[in-house]
Nanobody, 118 residues
Framework: QVQLVESGGGLVQPGGSLRLSCAAS????????MSWYRQAPGQERELVAL????????NYADSVKGRFTISRDNAENTVYLQMNSLKPEDTAVYYC???????????WGQGTQVTVSS
């Protein structure tokens, strides 16, 4: 069955770094656009970063540009989110998302908590 398993979340001080990973299985990962979303308490889920299937193009939310980097390894069926210069407002549950486009199913991971606090 399809699985998206996030890891790498945790508690970090402001200014620190974390690297999230999302390991995929059960679908043709290399053909999917992959994204990271986040949801803070009481707020809507928002797109953080996106990477195209071959990794040739990326997009970022304005709030994370210059601090976060999305990447993928299609040989390992894994997408990453490198988060630097973390701020308290980055605190949220981070979700991995596989976009099936017009003709295929979309998939969500279970989420990983990121807390930025001193």
């Amino acid at each position: 069955q399809v699985q998206l398993v996030e890891s790498g979340g945790g508690l970090v001080q402001p200014g620190g770094s974390l690297r999230l990973s999302c390991a995929a299985s059960g679908f043709t990962f290399s053909t999917y656009v992959m994204s990271w979303y986040r949801q803070a308490p009481g707020q809507e889920r928002e797109l953080v970063a996106l990477i195209t299937s071959a990794g040739g193009r990326t997009n970022y939310a304005d709030s994370v540009k210059g601090r976060f980097t999305i990447s993928r390894d299609n040989a390992e069926n894994t997408v990453y989110l490198q988060m630097n210069s973390l701020k308290p407002e980055d605190t949220a549950v981070y979700y991995c998302y596989a976009d099936g486009g017009r003709w295929r199913k979309n998939y969500w991971g279970q989420g990983t908590q990121v807390t930025v606090s001193s």
